[in-house]
C-alpha cells in the first residue's frame, strides 16, 4: 500500500500546474476522486479542466477573470474573502473524506501576498487524512512551507545557447 504525500511544484518556470494536472489525471484514470482548488488566476485551462469533471472536479473560488495581482485594492479585498472561503472549502473536503487527491494550484501565492499565513497551510495539511494525497503549487517556496512537504519539485527555467 503505497502511503500518501504532500507535494509541492514550485519555482520560476512553467508547468507547476501543468504537472499537477498530469497528477490528478492519473490519479483519475486509477478511480481516485481528485479536487482541484485555483488560486490567484484568471480563467485561464478552466475550459479544459471542466470537460475532465466529475473525474477531477475544478473549483475557483474568486469572482473576477482578472489577475489578483491586477485588481484594485477595493477589490483584492472582496476577493480576499473569496480565496479565503476556497480554503475553508479545502478543510472541509478533506474532513469529510471527498477526494483522494487536493490540489491547490497557486496557494503559495497566498502565502507570498499576505493574503495567508503559513500556519494556515500547516492546518491544512495537520487535518489531512493518512489516504489523502496533496499538491501545493506556486512560483516562491519559503522554509517553513517547505517543512510541511514530503516532496518538492523545483520547476526552472533554463536557458542555453547551442554553439554553433
Not at 5 to 21: E, P
Not at 120 to 143: A, W, Y
Amino acid at each position: 500500500m503505497e502511503e500518501s504525500k504532500v507535494q509541492i511544484y514550485s519555482g520560476d518556470g512553467h508547468g507547476k500546474s501543468s504537472a499537477a494536472l498530469g497528477k490528478a489525471i492519473q490519479a483519475a484514470s486509477a478511480g481516485k476522486k481528485v479536487v482541484f482548488i485555483q488560486f490567484l488566476k484568471g480563467l485561464e485551462q478552466n475550459d479544459f479542466i471542466k470537460r475532465l469533471e466529475p473525474e477531477i472536479q475544478l473549483f475557483r473560488f474568486e469572482k473576477s477573470e482578472a489577475d489578483f495581482i491586477n485588481l484594485p485594492p477595493e477589490q483584492q479585498q472582496e476577493e480576499i474573502q473569496n480565496i479565503k472561503n476556497g480554503l475553508n472549502f479545502a478543510r472541509k473536503v478533506l474532513s469529510t473524506g471527498q477526494c483522494d487527491l487536493l490540489i491547490l494550484d497557486e496557494v503559495l501565492g497566498l502565502v507570498d501576498n499576505s493574503i495567508i499565513e503559513v500556519e494556515e497551510l500547516k492546518k491544512i495539511v495537520d487535518s489531512k487524512p493518512e489516504n489523502v494525497d496533496i499538491i501545493f503549487t506556486g512560483i516562491q517556496l519559503r522554509d517553513e512551507v517547505c517543512a510541511l512537504a514530503d516532496e518538492v519539485s523545483k520547476i526552472e527555467t533554463v536557458q542555453f545557447k547551442v554553439w554553433d
